[in-house]
Nanobody
Framework: QVQLVESGGGLVQAGESLTLSCVAS????????VGWFRQAPGKEREGVSC????????YYADAAKGRFAISRDRTTDTVFLRMDGLKPEDTGVYYC???????????????????????WGQGTQVTVSS
């Protein structure tokens, strides 16, 4: 059974940091593009940062550039999202997703949801107070 399990969310004040984790089981992320998405109340889910595990190419949404960093631990098949300088507008449920990598797959295509990801995690809540 394939699972993506997120953790690390919480309530923080503006300017603080959080690191989210996404542990994969039942699949090897070596063959997937992986990414982080968020959904704020009343808004559509949007890509935050994605990684092509084959090329190590990353993509960041404009709102994440310079503040967030995506990384992967190969030994534990875990994907991280380090978030610094958090702002109230970063509040939302953060989801991990994976798309089986084909010739058309890129970090950008995953974050843009050009094609539906194959797997989603259940999400972790991030709340940033002002």
């Amino acid at each position: 059974q394939v699972q993506l399990v997120e953790s690390g969310g919480g309530l923080v004040q503006a300017g603080e940091s959080l690191t989210l984790s996404c542990v994969a089981s039942g699949l090897s992320l070596e063959y997937y593009a992986v990414g982080w998405f968020r959904q704020a109340p009343g808004k559509e889910r949007e890509g935050v940062s994605c990684l092509n595990t084959k090329t190590a190419v990353t993509y960041y949404a404009d709102a994440a550039k310079g503040r967030f960093a995506i990384s992967r631990d190969r030994t534990t098949d875990t994907v991280f999202l380090r978030m610094d300088g958090l702002k109230p507008e970063d509040t939302g449920v953060y989801y991990c997703a994976a798309e089986f990598r084909t010739a058309r797959t890129s970090a950008r295509s995953l974050c843009d949801l050009t094609w539906p990801p194959d797997y989603w995690g259940q999400g972790t809540q991030v709340t940033v107070s002002s």
